[in-house]
C-alpha cells in the first residue's frame, strides 16, 4: 500500500527566498506523482506532474523533481513571494486508473 | 474551457440523513474521481468513475455509493449520516482513462449536525 509523507508540515520563509518542500512515498512502482496547491477552504490547483520515466518538470518559478529508486519527489519554489504563501500537496498515482495518494500537506507562508 | 464544478457549495444535514453531491467534469473529460478532505485524515480517495463504470474504490464503508451518467456527469452518495462525515468532498476529472493530470472542482463542504 503507498504511503505518502511530506515533510515539514509547515514552513515560514521572508519573501524573496528559494525553497525546497520534500515528499516521500513508499511504493516506487508509481505511474506519475503530481504536485497540486491548495488555498485555504479551496479546492486542488495542478501544479506539476511528473511522469514515472521523468527526472523533472518546470513550471515558471516552480521545479519538480522525482527519484523513484529513493521515493522521493522535491518542489523548488524560486523567489518566493507572499502570493505562494499556500498547502502544497503531493500525490502519487499506482496504478492505470486516475487513485491519486495523498501526502499531508506542507502549509507554506511567505511573509513580505 | 469551463472548469469542474461541484453543486451545492454547502451543504447542513443532520445524522441519519443521506445526501447526494453533484460533480461536472471538464467538457470531454471522462473519470471523474471523488475524494475526501478532514483535518485529521487529510485528503482520502473515494472512487474513481470511466465510462459509466466503478474502476477504483478507496476503503470507505458502504455507505458512500456513486455513479457516472453517460454525460460523463458522476453523483456520489452518503447515506445515514454521521458526525464524521463532515468534510470537503472533492472531485477530480481527467480527460482520458489513463493516469494524467486531474483537475479539481471547487468542493462540496458537508457539515453533519
Known amino acids: 500500500k503507498q504511503e505518502v509523507t511530506q515533510i515539514p508540515a509547515a514552513l515560514s520563509v521572508p519573501e524573496g527566498e528559494n525553497l525546497v518542500l520534500n515528499c516521500s512515498f513508499t511504493?516506487?512502482?508509481?505511474?506519475?506523482l503530481q504536485w497540486f496547491r491548495q488555498d485555504p477552504g479551496k479546492g486542488l490547483t495542478s501544479l506539476l506532474l511528473?511522469?514515472?520515466?521523468?527526472r523533472e518538470q518546470t513550471s515558471g518559478r516552480l521545479n519538480a523533481s522525482l527519484d523513484k529508486s529513493s521515493g522521493r519527489s522535491t518542489l523548488y519554489i524560486a523567489a518566493s513571494q507572499p502570493g505562494d504563501s499556500a498547502t502544497y500537496l503531493c500525490?502519487?498515482?499506482?496504478?492505470?486508473?486516475?487513485?491519486?495518494?495523498f501526502g499531508g500537506g506542507t502549509r507554506l507562508m511567505v511573509k513580505p | 474551457k469551463a472548469g469542474v464544478t461541484q453543486t451545492p457549495r454547502y451543504l447542513i444535514k443532520t445524522r441519519g440523513q443521506q445526501v447526494t453531491l453533484s460533480c461536472s467534469p471538464i467538457?470531454?473529460?471522462?473519470?471523474v474521481s471523488w475524494y475526501q478532505q478532514t483535518p485529521g485524515q487529510g485528503l482520502q480517495f473515494l472512487f474513481e468513475?470511466?465510462?459509466?463504470?466503478?474502476?477504483n474504490k478507496g476503503n470507505f464503508p458502504g455507505r458512500f455509493s456513486g455513479r457516472q451518467f453517460s454525460n460523463s456527469r458522476s453523483e456520489m452518495n452518503v447515506s445515514t449520516l454521521e458526525l464524521g462525515d463532515s468534510a470537503l468532498y472533492l472531485c477530480?476529472?481527467?480527460?482520458?482513462?489513463?493516469?494524467?493530470?486531474?483537475?479539481f472542482g471547487p468542493g462540496t463542504r458537508l457539515l453533519v449536525l
Open positions: 477530480a476529472s481527467t480527460r482520458a482513462g489513463g493516469p494524467e493530470t486531474q483537475y
Open positions: 511528473i511522469q514515472s520515466s521523468q
Open positions: 467538457s470531454g473529460h471522462r473519470s
Open positions: 511504493d516506487s512502482a508509481i505511474y506519475n
Open positions: 468513475y470511466f465510462s459509466e463504470t466503478q474502476r
Open positions: 500525490a502519487a498515482i499506482n496504478n492505470a486508473g486516475n487513485m491519486l495518494t
